[in-house]
């Protein structure tokens, strides 16, 4: 299994940005889609944005316009760009990495992010 690392996350006020990252532990270009999960206690884990191996991304409604999802293969991770963030972005945030080949899901510990209105 692909070992995940969060980091970045933190205390931010409305309208602030933060920037999260993944470090993998292997190559994320042998990795089909790695992205970024969050969920609020009490709430359902959803999806925020994902990226394939190709640079395909895609994003949560709520999300769009307002974060970039992006990859550094030769760094191995994945990065988060979130602008204009508001506390209902507040939420611990996971990263996610799925390969194909073996038909397997990873899991990062998670990173929380709080939105102070």
């Known amino acids: 299994q692909v070992q995940l690392v969060e980091s970045g996350g933190g205390l931010v006020q409305a309208g602030g940005s933060l920037r999260l990252s993944c470090a993998a532990s292997?190559?994320?270009?042998?990795?089909?889609?790695m992205g970024w999960y969050r969920q609020a206690p009490g709430k359902q884990r959803d999806m925020v944005a994902h990226?394939?191996?190709?640079?395909?991304?895609n994003y949560a409604d709520s999300v769009k316009g307002r974060f970039t999802i992006s990859r550094d293969n030769a760094k191995n991770t994945v990065y988060l760009q979130m602008n204009s963030l508001k506390p209902e972005d507040t939420s611990v945030y996971y990263c996610?990495?799925?390969?194909?080949?073996?038909?397997?899901?990873?899991w990062g510990k998670g990173t929380q992010v709080t939105v102070s209105s």
């Open positions: 996610h990495a799925f390969q194909a080949y073996y038909a397997r899901h990873s």
């Open positions: 292997d190559s994320i270009s042998s990795i089909n889609s």
């Open positions: 990226i394939t191996s190709g640079g395909t991304t």
